[in-house]
């Protein structure tokens, strides 16, 4: 809990606070707790030496016993119809499961098929709040703000949490896995209103109602219909999925123009929201300094996520552009400026800019700026005692080596591998989560 438990947030919208106190709720939940917790200790132990690596094994295998005898447990009360599918201990175990899955290094559809789940009970309980309201209000023509006001701080932790899973796990799990998700052209509208009000006012800035997401929502919302576009624009072969379905999915010329264009728009507003709260949070900086740091590290995250997408759009309308243009590099090197400047290693607010990590990485050019990723990648790793950070370092290495050969070995020039086509690279992406 504490890997996932943000500095920006507000205190009492802390996974700390929100999930632990659910564990006596459920035996499953905890369960799940304990496979998260010796998954945890197993990959600090295999940081050691040898007899600390006998202790990683055991914590291994203690972790998937765990996991194992939790998903079992989850599955069969389900289908046994034993549980109340309305119970927030149910949406703070999937999640769980998820955030194990993607912390043991497994892959995008590991994950996903976690948030398929989580994403059905949302739906669920979003249907039953309207009904009360409007049984409630049966003369009001606005629930938006009725539904609002009535998100709870459980609810709000969740689906904030939910957001940023969701966003992840877009650009990495399988095909098959993807097209049962909501588009995110669809998903955003409607849970703005779980997302935007805020739970408690005397704090120095409203998204400290946001305990994961913090001001970095909108920037989320872009990436995740970048990487929508991605996959079903220019991936759309999959021997999984049946090729009716894939047509149905698939995202043609005329549609692509249509929905990639206006994000430029999108971006470009939030830069300069981004730009608004740097200056708000400057004059904080002079009251409270901690307060300020904690802050300033969330705003980095939307700064970083937004650079991501600068990069990636880029890509996508025009799949052949070289990485070493200044449209690339000056976001490429604003993504580790501020990753350097305000997101100290002790900072957990890494865990949520591993996919903007990734582009960045693609798109470097020097030895420098992979030398300074590589070891930040390797740090946040060992920080949140997650194989993520390695794991993506993992496929950059593959790219950085293969457009070295290319280059050098086999005197390729421009025509050999570029690593910035890493991003079009289903099988090394769908082998890593974000």
Not at 192 to 206: C, E, F, S
Not at 356 to 365: K, M, Y
Request: proline share 4%; charged share 25%; aromatic share 10%.
């Amino acid at each position: 809990m504490p890997s996932i438990s943000l500095p920006h947030a507000h205190p009492l919208l802390s996974p700390e606070h929100v999930w632990v106190q659910l564990a006596s709720q459920s035996e499953i939940l905890t369960d799940i707790y304990l496979c998260c917790g010796a998954s945890y200790l197993a990959y600090l132990h295999g940081l050691n030496d040898q007899d600390a690596a006998n202790w990683a094994e055991q914590y291994t295998q203690l972790a998937e016993t765990k996991y194992s005898q939790a998903v079992s447990s989850l599955s069969r009360a389900v289908a046994t119809k034993s549980i109340d599918l309305d119970s927030d201990w149910l949406f703070a175990a999937c999640l769980a499961l998820c955030l194990r899955d993607r912390s043991f290094g497994l892959n995008g559809s590991r994950c996903a098929q976690h948030l398929i789940f989580v994403y059905n009970l949302i739906k669920r309980r979003d249907l039953k709040k309207r009904e009360t309201i409007k049984e409630e209000n049966p003369f009001s023509k606005d629930e938006t703000v009725t539904l609002a006001t009535k998100v709870t701080p459980n609810e709000r932790s969740f689906m904030d949490s939910f957001v940023f899973n969701y966003s992840a796990a877009l650009l990495s799990c399988s095909t098959k896995d993807l097209v049962t998700l909501p588009s995110p052209f669809e998903f955003f509208e409607p849970v703005r209103q779980w997302l935007q009000y805020p739970i408690y006012r005397n704090v120095d800035v409203k998204w400290m109602n946001n305990p994961v997401l913090g001001s970095a929502l909108d920037s989320f919302e872009v990436i995740s219909k970048l990487s929508w576009l991605l996959r079903l624009h220019f991936n759309h072969e999959d021997d999984e999925v049946d090729t009716e379905k894939l047509l149905e999915f698939h995202i043609n010329d005329e549609q692509f123009w249509k929905l990639v264009l206006p994000l430029r728009d999108d971006i470009e507003t939030i830069e300069k929201k981004n730009e608004a709260t740097k200056e708000d949070l400057n004059r904080l900086k002079i009251k409270n300094i901690k307060s300020y740091k904690a802050l300033r590290s969330n705003l980095a995250v939307s700064i970083m996520t937004i650079n991501a997408c600068k990069i990636l759009i880029e890509k996508l309308i025009n799949p052949t552009i070289p990485s070493f243009l200044a449209i690339i590099q000056t976001s490429t090197n604003r993504i580790l400026e501020e990753l350097d400047e305000h997101i100290p290693l002790e900072n957990h607010s890494s865990c949520l800019i591993t996919l903007s990590l990734f582009i960045a990485g693609v798109s470097t050019t020097t030895n420098h700026q992979r030398a300074v990723l590589s070891r930040k990648l390797i740090e946040i790793s060992n920080v949140l005692a997650s194989n993520v950070g390695k794991n993506i370092l993992k496929v950059l290495n593959f790219g950085w080596e293969k457009e070295y050969v290319d280059k050098h070995t086999f005197n390729l020039g421009d025509k050999g591998y570029k690593c910035f086509d890493l991003i079009f690279d289903r099988p090394s992406i769908e082998s890593i989560t974000f």
